[in-house]
């Protein structure tokens, strides 16, 4: 049997990192199970390229980022 696969599109990355109810309970959710959480390189393209990033938002990024695939 196949290993259940999500795709993570740049705004629901944001909505997590800005602390969205509904986004981190969805994708915290997601994140505890056996299963393959891929970012397409657009959508970390487009995350390290927001404008006024600061450090913490930076370090929020480079976390999920490392988590996924």
Same mark, same amino acid.
């Given at each position: 049997?196949?290993?259940?696969?999500?795709?993570?599109? =740049?705004?629901?990355?944001?909505?997590? %990192?800005?602390?969205?109810? $509904?986004?981190?309970?969805?994708?915290?959710? @997601? &994140?505890? *199970?056996?299963?393959?959480?891929?970012?397409?390189?657009? =959508?970390?393209?487009?995350?390290?390229? %927001?404008?006024?990033?600061? $450090?913490?938002?930076?370090?929020?990024?480079? @976390? &999920?980022? *490392?988590?996924?695939?």
């Amino acid at each position: 049997m196949e290993k259940q696969t999500y795709i993570l599109d =740049t705004n629901t990355v944001i909505y997590y %990192l800005n602390g969205d109810e $509904k986004a981190s309970f969805i994708l915290q959710d @997601i &994140l505890k *199970k056996d299963v393959l959480v891929y970012v397409s390189v657009i =959508t970390e393209l487009e995350l390290l390229s %927001l404008s006024k990033l600061g $450090k913490q938002e930076l370090d929020g990024i480079n @976390i &999920l980022l *490392k988590t996924v695939i």
